[in-house]
């Protein structure tokens, strides 16, 4: 007659058994949920830090940079981070002004000068001159003055217009790389002639990236 103890502590367990897998299932779930938030949150993580990244390159607008340049030169420099710019700029611009008086003072003075030449008027002087001028020599300089006035406005323009490209320029190349990799390699190589001999050697220069 078999023993009821043999029986009981193998159904004991066996229940035991069971109850650990059951529990064991009913924590799979929860334990996928988990890893699969914790995967999407490294997801979104990553994806709002290249977000930020791309917006950061967006960010930086070139039509703002030459706006900023057209109200007030070197401002769009400043934008781009190009501080060296600055100086250089308004040195440019003030020896465009110092050219622009300079000579639009002689050519007043000139003019005025020869306004009393025409009129027999020998109470005036002029200012910029220590010696006396015939009126021929007053109207020639007269005309070169005025002409290197407004030579010096044209290009006070011109320089204004060149510090707008400038920053426009530096804005769409903010962003860009150059890398490390640049290299110029000078090698030997056949050159080809159209009439010359087959056999022609020289120097050829690579530029790689």
Same mark, same amino acid.
């Given at each position: 007659?078999?023993?009821?103890?043999?029986?009981?502590?193998?159904?004991?367990?066996?229940?035991?058994? !069971?109850? =650990?897998?059951?529990? $064991? &299932?009913?924590? @799979?779930?929860?334990?996928?949920?988990?890893?699969?938030?914790?995967?999407?949150?490294?997801?979104?993580?990553i994806?709002?830090?290249?977000?930020?990244?791309?917006?950061?390159?967006?960010?930086?607008?070139?039509?703002? !940079?030459? =706006?900023?340049?057209? $109200? &007030?030169?070197? @401002?769009?420099?400043?934008?781009?981070?190009?501080?060296?710019?600055?100086?250089?700029?308004?040195?440019?611009?003030?020896?465009?002004?110092?050219?622009?008086?300079?000579?639009?003072?002689?050519?007043?003075?000139?003019k005025n000068g020869l306004i009393a030449a025409n009129n027999d008027s020998i109470n005036y002087t002029l200012k910029y001159f220590k010696y006396a001028l015939s009126p021929e020599q007053m109207q020639n300089g007269k005309d070169i003055y005025k002409r290197w006035r407004d030579l010096s406005i044209i290009l006070t323009g011109g320089f204004y217009v060149l510090q707008i490209i400038d920053a426009t320029v530096d804005a769409y190349l903010f962003d860009w790389d150059v890398g490390e990799d640049i290299s110029l390699h000078i090698e030997p190589g056949p050159v080809i002639l159209p009439n010359g001999p087959p056999n022609t050697f020289g120097l050829r220069a690579c530029l790689s990236f």
């Open positions: 007659m078999p023993r009821l103890t043999v029986a009981g502590p193998a159904g004991k367990g066996f229940f035991s058994l !069971a109850f =650990l897998s059951i529990f $064991l &299932l009913l924590q @799979l779930p929860a334990r996928a949920q988990q890893e699969t938030s914790g995967g999407e949150g490294d997801t979104l993580a994806s709002a830090e290249e977000s930020a990244t791309v917006v950061d390159s967006m960010a930086h607008d070139p039509h703002k !940079a030459a =706006l900023y340049s057209a $109200l &007030l030169p070197g @401002l769009g420099q400043i934008y781009n981070k190009k501080y060296w710019k600055v100086p250089i700029i308004y040195v440019g611009f003030g020896t465009l002004v110092y050219f622009i008086d300079h000579n639009n003072r002689y050519y007043k003075d000139l």
